[in-house]
């Protein structure tokens, strides 16, 4: 294994309070703090040295949080009936695989 590494990221929104009200354009929006984690190698060959595959496993908004963009404009989407809130929110906790082959022609 070669080019290790783990990383974790916090993503800090704050809130969005100062907006423009006239002709009901625009709404206040929650601030929300997102956790990200990554951990990740290459897989080398001994002989030839050449880099057989590199994985990567990430972790996307590990705790969870229910959170909207301010620019988005699904926030204004009317009520959810399942869960009672008004907009469409980003996405939640989120997991991905990366698998990078290297093809090689000649």
Known sequence: MQNA????Q????FAQNDIFYAYQTETATSGYTLLNAGIGTDFINKKSNKVLFS??????????????NHLS???????????????VYNMGRNFSVKVVIPIDFK
């Open 73 to 87: 404009r699904l926030k204004y989407a009317a009520v959810n009936e399942v869960t009672g809130r008004s907009g």
């Open 55 to 68: 994985l990567h496993l990430a972790a996307n908004n590990l705790t969870d949080v229910a959170y909207q």
């Open 10 to 13: 916090l993503d800090k929104t």
């Open 5 to 8: 590494y783990v990383g974790v």
